[in-house]
């Protein structure tokens, strides 16, 4: 990462070569990610565009190159749990530790505390042993943004030949109160 003040700014579909560049990088030499090919800027485009009609999707931008994202998503597709999601990071391999990952997370965490997100989740590639191919970076990472695991999946995902373990953790953003007469508008729904 060069000099340049880190901006942290929405993304939109124009972003998704560089977007594909950084996550291909997971995809073919990591078991950060469990897909096994790479997605096109295009199939990127598409999923830039279906995130962006219901949730924030962020770039943090170093100069004029996009050094990381971060997105959320629905979480279980439920309408009770509409005040809950699931959240992704990716930084570009050469500007990991560079606190990056820190200030990308801390404004997605803004943002989606103001649409009234309650429970936030990120699921999490683990090994009890680092590999070549993955580390601990990620469980320490959320730990230090005050994530607590909440379920471990063993042996769920297949890559290099090897099994992995999925983590998720859990964050709240805010108090969760019981009231029978407050609704709350979460992305643009009023839930009850």
Request: glycine share 8%.
């Amino acid at each position: 990462m060069n000099d340049a003040a880190l901006v942290i700014r929405p993304v939109t579909p124009d972003d998704a070569e560089a977007l594909a560049d950084i996550y291909g990088y997971y995809v073919e030499r990591t078991a950060v990610s469990f897909e096994y090919v790479p997605p096109t800027a295009n199939e990127f485009r598409g999923r830039i565009s279906r995130i962006l009609q219901n949730y924030p999707y962020i770039a943090a931008v170093s100069g004029d190159r996009i050094i990381g994202y971060a997105y959320a998503r629905e979480f279980v597709g439920r309408a009770a749990c509409s005040r809950c999601v699931e959240v992704s990071v990716y930084i570009a391999h050469d500007c990991r530790r560079t606190g990056a990952g820190r200030a990308i997370y801390g404004e997605m965490e803004r943002l989606l505390g103001d649409r009234g997100i309650l429970n936030v989740y990120a699921s999490i590639a683990y090994a009890d042993a680092e590999d070549e191919y993955l580390t601990h970076d990620s469980i320490q990472f959320h730990t230090r943004m005050g994530y607590k695991q909440v379920a471990r999946f063993h042996q769920c995902g297949w890559k290099f030949g090897r099994w992995y373990d999925l983590l998720w953790v859990e964050k709240f953003l805010g108090a969760h109160v019981s009231s029978s007469s407050e609704s709350l508008t979460v992305c643009g729904a009023e839930i009850d």
